[in-house]
């Protein structure tokens, strides 16, 4: 694998110095808060476990099935809660968007566990978070999904409203969606047409019975993902400091080669098990009432399929399942936006989250008005 050969760090001047305005003056704050006050997120001992503690009484999943919750706490009336994709962990999927997140409240990271994947449990622990916080701290959170981990809101949201459950979010921001295996695998395809299908597919095909041989093609082709971006020196010098990559190279190619066999089958079994959005079936809708914002790529093909259900319903019947839902494509320019790119495209992304958390700020104030 090619090591990355930035230099070990960027003085504030070379920072000024070397792109225009307005973009150098915001990644020199962003960096300098990172030094400042590096990310130290802390493990979060839940104050409400009544869910999780019912499927796990229920034999529905194991103690190894419970995600790792983690927090940074910070003043602020909306606490974000962060779910990431297969890979990265959540702390790193919005490395970049930590400090804007933080300026609006707690944010808390659930990273996967390793070993295991369990659908109801991970249900079970994101309705005991959303208590807590709701009923414990006063506060509503913004669920903020990325792929794989947008996919877990929508069906999260699905099981509430399927159990008359108000979901006591305060909205969601949903990156690139992938809530069922057809988003990624057309049905009956013999080849997948992704880079991220190819990954996938033996997995879906094989179940819990994987041959090694294919989850170590499936590291691969998630450390490629990554690298080709990583190589990009041009962007990165615009977006983050040496000692920002270099964390965030390992904590990427870190949870790639720690996620274990059992671990990566049951994500997979997870985003199988999910029930693709449908504006014709009969399941029940709205699936929530609070502000939505869903932001797909302008390049999405490397991983979505071209007849996604996911971004088909979303697009053409976003009203009928997020009254209060809005859906943008977020290109780059000369430098298109690829799958849930929040680190290589950092700037692209950060425009529409900005103002969604700023017309959350509005209609608080105008509520208390």
């Known amino acids: 694998m090619p090591a990355l050969t930035l230099s070990p760090a960027w003085s504030a001047f070379t920072a000024f110095a070397r ?35 019912a499927v796990l009484a229920a034999g529905q999943a194991a103690p190894h099935q419970l995600a790792t ?34 300026r609006h409240g707690s944010v808390y990271y659930f990273n996967y566990p390793r070993a295991g994947f369990s659908l109801d449990l991970f249900c079970a622990q994101l309705d005991d978070l959303v208590t807590e916080l709701n009923a414990i701290h006063g506060q509503r959170p913004v669920i903020f999904g990325v792929s794989f981990g947008a996919g877990l809101a929508l069906e999260w949201l699905r099981r ?32 997948p047409s992704t880079l991220l299908g190819r ?21 691969v082709i998630f450390t490629k993902m990554f690298e080709a971006g990583a190589q990009n020196k041009a962007s990165l010098l615009a977006l983050m400091s040496g000692d920002e990559l270099r964390a965030l190279r390992a904590g990427v190619l870190g949870a790639i080669q720690s996620i274990e066999s059992a671990g990566a089958c049951e994500r997979v079994a997870a985003m199988s098990q999910m029930t693709p959005l449908s504006a014709w079936d009969d399941s029940p809708r ?84």
């Open 160 to 191: 509430s409203r399927l159990a008359r459950r108000p979901d006591g979010s305060a909205g969601f921001i949903l990156v690139s969606p992938v809530a069922c295996a057809a988003d990624v695998v057309a049905p009956g395809a013999a080849k």
């Open 286 to 369: 709205p699936l929530s009432e609070a502000p939505v914002l869903v932001l797909y790529a302008e390049k999405e093909n490397s991983v979505l399929t071209e007849n996604s259900p996911t971004r088909a319903a979303l697009e053409t019947a976003m009203p009928a399942f997020f009254p209060r839902g809005i859906c943008r494509v977020v290109d780059g320019g000369t430098s298109p936006v690829q799958h849930a790119s929040l680190i290589f495209h950092y700037f692209q992304f950060l425009p529409p989250i900005a103002a969604f958390y700023r017309d959350l700020k509005l209609s608080r104030t105008r509520l208390a008005a």
């Open 69 to 102: 919750l983690l927090c940074e706490k910070r003043g602020g009336p909306f606490p974000t809660i962060v779910l990431g994709g297969f890979v990265p962990d959540a702390t790193e999927q919005v490395f970049l968007l930590r400090g804007f997140l933080l």
């Open 199 to 219: 990954a996938l597919k033996p997995f879906l095909d094989a179940g819990a019975h994987m041959d090694p041989r294919a989850i170590e093609k499936s590291r």
């Open 19 to 53: 792109f225009a305005p307005p973009r150098p003056l915001q990644t020199f704050l962003r960096t300098t808060g990172y030094k400042l006050r590096p990310p130290r997120p802390l493990p979060h001992p839940p104050q409400v476990t009544r869910a999780q503690a």
